[in-house]
Nanobody, 118 residues
Framework: QVQLVESGGGLVQAGGSLRLSCAASRSIFNFDYLAWYRQAPGNQREWVTT???????NYADSVKGRFTISRDGAKNTVYLQMNSLKPEDTAIYYC????????????WGQGTQVTVSS
């Protein structure tokens, strides 16, 4: 069964940067799309960004212009570059992969903690 493993979380001051990685146990091009979600304490999990075929990218308004999703097929890894971090970005960040054929299948990573201090 395919696995996604996140890394790169940590503690950073407001205004700082972090890069999260999501390593897949198989080719990332087997996924129809890959995304990052986050969940802050007491909140529901929320969508952050998605990368689709053709390198199309979508971002939540709250991170647009600050976060960038990218991927490296040779390393089977998806990245989330986070700049100008704010305390409200504090959350557990999860990597998500979805395939649509022959049936919809979802894979989640275990999450990595990001804490932004003010």
């Amino acid at each position: 069964q395919v696995q996604l493993v996140e890394s790169g979380g940590g503690l950073v001051q407001a205004g700082g940067s972090l890069r999260l990685s999501c390593a897949a146990s198989r080719s990332i091009f087997n996924f129809d799309y890959l995304a990052w979600y986050r969940q802050a304490p007491g909140n529901q999990r929320e969508w952050v960004t998605t990368i689709l075929s053709g390198d199309r990218r979508n971002y939540a308004d709250s991170v647009k212009g600050r976060f960038t999703i990218s991927r490296d097929g040779a390393k089977n890894t998806v990245y989330l570059q986070m700049n100008s971090l704010k305390p409200e970005d504090t959350a557990i960040y999860y990597c998500h992969g979805r395939t649509l054929s022959p049936q919809t299948s979802d894979v989640w990573g275990q999450g990595t903690q990001v804490t932004v201090s003010s």
